[in-house]
C-alpha cells in the first residue's frame, strides 16, 4: 500500500502469494489481465488467514475501521507461470499461463468519501453550420448558392485573446 500511495495512486491491488510460489511470465508475452500492476505479496501464513471467508470478513471490517474505502477482497486466479507456446496464423505467438487460487485486497483511500474525482465535460453547442449542403443554411456553397459567404464564426476565447476582428489583416480577393 505505501509504495502505491508513493507512486500517487489513489488504490492498491494486493495478490497474497504462498512461500514458495514461483512467479515465472514471459517477458515478451506477459499475462493479457494487467497483473503487472499488482502489488506482490509473499506470505504463507496471510494466503491461509484469507484462505477462510470469516477471516476475510473480519479483515474487510478492520481495514474500514482504519478508514480505507472501496475494499474488495476474495480469492481470483493469478498466472504464475508459461505452461505452453500456441503458434497462431500469421507467425503472432499466443502464451497459456498456469493459474493458481490466491487471495486478493483491492481497496482505496480517497480523503473524501462521496465526491466524485471523475471529471465531467460540460456539452457546449456547436456554432457552426450544421449542414452546408442544404442552401439556405448557411450558403456553404458561396456564390454557387447565389449567396455571399458567411463570414467564419469566431470563438469567445479568440475575442478574449487575440486581436479584434476589425484588427485582423484582410486577405486581397481577386474579383474580376
Not at 476475510?56 to 474488495?72: F, H, P, Q, S, W
Not at 487460487?101 to 471529471?119: A, D
Not at 458561396?142 to 464564426?153: D, L
Amino acid at each position: 500500500m505505501v509504495s502505491c500511495a508513493q507512486g500517487g495512486e489513489r488504490e492498491c491491488h494486493i495478490v497474497v502469494l504462498a512461500d514458495d510460489d514461483i512467479v515465472d511470465w514471459d517477458e515478451e508475452h506477459p499475462p493479457p489481465m494487467g497483473e503487472e500492476y499488482s502489488q506482490i505479496l509473499y506470505s504463507s501464513k496471510l494466503y491461509r488467514f484469507f484462505k477462510y471467508i470469516e477471516n476475510r470478513d473480519v479483515a474487510k471490517t478492520l481495514l474500514k475501521e482504519r478508514g480505507l474505502k472501496n475494499i474488495r477482497i476474495g480469492i481470483e486466479g493469478y498466472p504464475t507461470y508459461k505452461e505452453k507456446v500456441k503458434r497462431r496464423p500469421g507467425g503472432r505467438s499466443e502464451v497459456i499461463y498456469n493459474y493458481v487460487q490466491r487471495p486478493f485486497i483491492q481497496l482505496s483511500w480517497e480523503k473524501e468519501e462521496g465526491k466524485s474525482r471523475h471529471v465531467d465535460f460540460q456539452c457546449v453547442r456547436s456554432k457552426s453550420v450544421p449542414n452546408l449542403a442544404v442552401p439556405g443554411e448557411g450558403g456553404g456553397g458561396g456564390a454557387a448558392w447565389g449567396g455571399t459567404m458567411p463570414s467564419p464564426q469566431v470563438d469567445e476565447l479568440d475575442r478574449l485573446n487575440g486581436p479584434a476582428p476589425s484588427q485582423l489583416p484582410q486577405t486581397a480577393t481577386n474579383e474580376s
